[in-house]
């Protein structure tokens, strides 16, 4: 039984958080109805937990593990579900992180000051969701306190029973859950997360009755947007936006209250400044996008399509594009039976990627834009194959081994939208690395690059610099899989030597970890990695 929250603790909490989220992902998914039935609650929160635990692994110890584990979560936060936790877990670090002793008394003032600041980062905060269960959370912890029973078990177990208390009551607090008949998908996931830090504390974890209710839907909800928009806000963006200020971010959150709702934005400091994760779900995606490019340096952009697909009159021929940054990317994506549009990321055209979906000659098409950086011109050329008659889905791949996890599900013989879901799932599910030569100085979130020195990067953030490709390459890859993996799949460019090292390291210290190689050929970056 602990009296305090030590580093190590804080270290088992977190890894207990995800393997309670891994295993709850599906249920969660199905119980997501509000605020938009897209059934990735469970999926987000994991994700975001993994992003936390990561960093936490990756970690010096020359920083507070509170500290670590907020800034991971909230530049790894997907979602709506996950930008909330992301959002609790650094109002906590605000708290805890410098506590000479996290005991009951100040766990509970933490708690108390994150559900405050959870609710603050929300633009438009509804009760009956995430938010009621946080705050119900932590007004059970503090009475518990002010009645006397301040030991750190006493307040955890308060939280917790107190969290779940508010969850069975979400159901009768939003219509949306009540017409489903179930309990709302995020205030779940975040009584799971305080059951974690039960067991954390107490060594037994809360006995719970299974969330109940009647699916909200089989599977995930397709994720298509209709020929003829829906009215309200149809896609939902995300991104991380960095350089700049308090000012220039509330002026942003402003115009994009003005765009959309489900609005969350979580400020968080790093080694190279503030950032923010920004979430919003709108109609106009690219006026989102020039709202965060106003305010300062956006990057990782996501753009995912919320509203439900139609059921096509009669069944169509259905393709898939693919895009390629590389002649060597383009072979391997063609070898798995696909269209390939192959250009340089920066060169990547609208009118160009629109072209190639109608030149497809299919009724369904699923693009897979395989760079973060083009996610977004992508989504706007499908919505204008939409205009045109065209079923189009974005599958929003952020790298190429992302988009060859998405093929290896594929089924034709499937429901388009189920298709779909399965390919965006795969997607999901696979962490993404690469290994490249920096052409120019920068100050990077692993310090300063020179022209000429090896980036490993994880996620889109450098995270290791050196000289030779093989030790960083394999000092990434040992992040990577620090959160766990089955299966790593690498790209090798044009070095074949290099991928000789990497496969070689991974089977003499990650033995367990199914390996799969590609040649990426001329033109690719030396090495992509990706770990399922």
Do not use: K
């Amino acid at each position: 039984m602990l009296e305090a929250l030590d580093e190590a603790a804080v270290g088992r909490w977190s890894s207990a958080v995800v393997d309670t989220l891994a295993q709850a992902r599906g249920r969660l998914d199905e119980l997501n109805v509000f605020p938009v039935p897209d059934g990735d609650t469970g999926t987000n929160l994991l994700l975001t937990a993994q992003a936390g635990h990561a960093a936490l692994a990756a970690a010096d110890g020359t920083e507070s593990a509170w500290s670590v584990l907020a800034r991971g979560a909230v530049l790894g936060a997907r979602g709506n579900s996950g930008a909330i936790l992301a959002q609790l877990l650094r109002g906590l670090a605000d708290g805890l992180a410098g506590a000479r002793r996290v005991d009951g008394a100040v766990f509970a003032e933490a708690l108390a000051a994150a559900a405050g600041a959870a609710y603050a980062a929300v633009a438009d905060p509804e009760e009956g969701t995430f938010l009621t269960v946080a705050r119900a959370g932590a007004d059970a912890a503090t009475a518990a306190v002010a009645a006397g029973q301040a030991g750190l078990a006493d307040v955890v177990r308060a939280a917790a029973d107190g969290a779940f208390t508010a969850l069975e009551a979400t159901t009768g607090q939003l219509a949306a859950l009540r017409d489903a008949g179930v309990v709302d998908a995020g205030g779940a996931g975040w009584c799971l997360v305080l059951d974690a830090l039960v067991g954390t504390v107490t060594g037994t974890t809360p006995a719970r009755p299974p969330l109940d209710g009647r699916p909200a839907h089989p599977r995930r909800a397709p994720r298509s947007l209709p020929a003829a928009p829906a009215p309200g806000p149809g896609s939902e963006v995300q991104f991380l936006l960095a350089d700049s200020d308090d000012a220039a971010v509330a002026r942003l959150q402003a115009r994009l209250a003005e765009l959309g709702d489900c609005l969350v934005v979580v400020g968080v400091d790093t080694p190279g400044g503030r950032e923010w994760n920004v979430h919003v779900h709108v109609s106009d995606v690219g006026a989102a996008v020039e709202a965060g490019i106003e305010a300062g340096r956006p990057h990782r952009i996501s753009v995912t399509p919320l509203a439900p697909v139609r059921t096509p009159a009669a069944a169509g021929v259905r393709a898939v594009l693919a895009l390629a940054c590389s002649a060597g990317l383009a072979e391997l994506f063609g070898t798995e039976g696909v269209t390939v549009l192959t250009a340089p990321v920066d060169a990547v055209d609208e009118d160009a990627v629109l072209q190639a979906v109608l030149d497809t000659g299919a009724e369904q098409v699923v693009v897979l834009p395989n760079h973060w950086e083009v996610t977004a011109v992508t989504a706007r050329a499908a919505d204008r194959a939409r205009e045109q008659g065209r079923d189009v889905v974005v599958v929003p791949t952020r790298s190429a081994v992302q988009g060859l996890a998405a093929l290896a599900v594929a089924d034709p013989a499937r429901r388009f939208g189920d298709d779909v879901i399965a390919m965006a799932e795969a997607a999901a599910a696979t962490r993404w690395a690469e290994v490249t030569v920096a052409e120019q100085e920068a100050l990077t979130s692993a310090g300063r690059c020179a022209p000429g020195d090896v980036l490993g990067s994880a996620e889109g953030d450098v995270v290791v610099i050196g000289a030779d490709p093989v030790p960083v390459a394999r000092d990434l890859l040992d992040r990577l899989l620090s959160a766990g993996g089955e299966m790593a799949t690498v790209v090798v460019g044009e070095e074949p030597a290099l991928g000789d090292a990497v496969c070689a390291h991974l089977a003499a210290v990650h033995p367990t970890v199914e390996v799969v190689r590609y040649p990426g050929g001329a033109g690719a970056v030396p090495l992509l990695i990706g770990v399922e």
